[in-house]
């Protein structure tokens, strides 16, 4: 176990250096920054000393150890358009995205296994089939698109619920669910695709003939094996669900990091959409490390691979 | 599903009524159905005036085009990467596929909205992005295939024969995997589709005046106590779209293997 450990842990690693080094190329492809930084009046001279002063004049490989050496310590350098660190700007976003991400992802996966068990357990095939063409149906449906839609109906039409901001959970339920049912529909057939898998296996034929319930073959027999396959997507989904985040914020207008870095982008700032992308990878990494981790534990065949 | 929108937006601009771009101020935010003193307008008229209708039309064939170009231009780059992975093995293997998990790990809409920030947003830009982003999953599965594949006799015996690598590749092992990359890429049409709409919706897709269907939404948005309708119709279309790319992929991939299903989900 330790040694599986300490090579996921190594390959994290890795990822967040190579996701750094793709910040630095697209930084220094975004051209020079000191047109942007001085006034338009500015002479050479100055410009000069803008670019000595920002360690442009350096070769590449040492401008690349610095940026990689203050990545680490969490400097991207100030934001363009307001003084303040980017990587600040960013961080005091964070909690609001947590918050978003979070309630859509625990809700969507309480919801997909109540619908899940409820298909396995019941024996109504009808109700099976409406519920995965429902899935299937919200799965074809852009997030923005569908966030239009709740607004539509529950903001301008019923009045029920605000439609912008953050503030108490009623701000919450329209992006929250927007997001939600996306996962709902993503594991209910996953779920229902782990659960048909585990029912054709020996070993619940087996639990059948010694005249086990239906209720605990489902419950005790297939639920653990069909919780791996939905682990392993649960950690690639999260990019998926993350790049939802950042597009339902600017529906909704939530004051999180996605609707930062839209913003930053149309503002050309780019130390703060860099570090944004950054933050939003390592997320992503330790999520999915996590993810590994406990996979490792689920799963022991995993360990010797 | 997706031939009725291909059909509808390919024949709407054969209709005498067809025209995206002129403006008429006086008959802006009109209803579907309603008509104004010049000529009526069966899906409503934009802000600005525009026939709806043509300008739907416009932007589902725009969408489409996006989408079949980036399928086209990430199914070459990921069937040679994942067929040269597969063959070789080795380091070539472990290099490519270190750049697919280091790609996986780089949300896909957040790294296109980067790298867009740093090139500025255009057609092209835009279309290769999604190609040069959207490799992996054809890669993997193109992979796995290979490495069956490359054991199997009709590939060894072309070997002793004294067939050159390439040669296998391309006439061995490219016929074996296409129909699995076809599927995938319908799937993966369906997603475009929708990562394209949802960048042209925070207005770093498709530019103005060309229309496109995410920014539509997006002007609409502004409008939704006035007319829902122009956020509404254009969701419809894309929805069309991608229902109709995944129930295409889907009827394939039911009695298919297990991996193409986990591979699509990723």
Known sequence: ?305 | MLGLVVVIAFIVPLLPSYDPYSQDLAAGYLTPLKSSSARFYLFGSDPLGRDYLSRIALGTQVSLLIGFAAVLVSLAIGVTLGLIAGFFRGAVESAIMGVADLQLSIPRILFIIAVTAVIGPSLLNLTLLLGFTSWVSYGRVARAMALTLREREFVLSARTQGASSTWNIRKHLLPNVLPQMVIVGSYELGLIIIIESSLSYLGLGIQPPLPSLGLMISEGQTYLGLNPWISILPGISIFLMVAGTQFFSQRFTTEGSNHVRIDRAA
């Open chain 1, 1 to 305: 176990m330790l040694g599986f450990f300490a090579r996921r842990l190594v390959q994290a690693t890795l990822t967040i250096l190579g996701v750094l080094t793709v910040a630095f190329f697209l930084v220094r492809l975004s051209g020079d920054p000191t047109a942007l930084l001085l006034p338009e009046a500015a002479t050479a001279q100055e410009m000069e000393a803008l670019r000595t002063e920002l360690g442009l004049d350096r070769p590449i490989w040492v401008q690349y150890w610095v940026f990689m050496s203050k990545a680490l310590q969490g400097d991207f350098g100030n934001s363009l358009r307001i003084e303040a660190s980017a990587l600040g700007l960013v961080l005091e976003r964070v909690p609001a995205t947590l918050e978003l991400t979070l309630t859509a992802f625990g809700l969507g996966i309480a919801l997909a296994f109540a619908g899940a068990l409820t298909m396995r357990l019941s024996t109504n095939q009808r109700l099976r089939s409406v519920l995965l063409w429902i899935a299937f149906t919200r799965q074809a449906i852009p997030v923005f698109w569908f966030g239009l839609l709740l607004i539509i109906l529950f903001s301008v039409t019923l009045r029920w619920l605000p439609s912008v901001g953050r503030g108490g959970i009623e701000h919450l339920v329209l992006p929250a669910v927007t997001l939600a049912t996306f996962e709902i529909a993503l594991y209910l057939r996953l779920l229902d695709a782990a659960f048909g898998e585990q029912e054709r296996q020996d070993y619940v034929r087996t639990a059948y003939a010694k005249g086990q319930t239906r209720m605990k073959i489902v419950l005790r027999h297939m639920l653990p094996n069909a919780l791996l396959p939905l682990v392993t997507i649960a950690g690639v989904n999260l990019g998926i669900l993350l790049g939802g985040t950042v597009v339902t914020e600017t529906v909704f207008s939530w004051p999180g990091m996605g609707r930062l870095i839209v913003q930053a982008v149309s503002q050309r700032d780019y130390p703060v959409v860099m570090a944004g992308v950054v933050v939003a990878s390592f997320m992503f990494v330790a999520i999915n490390f996590t993810v590994d981790m406990l996979y490792g534990i689920l799963d022991p065949r995993i360990r010797y691979r």
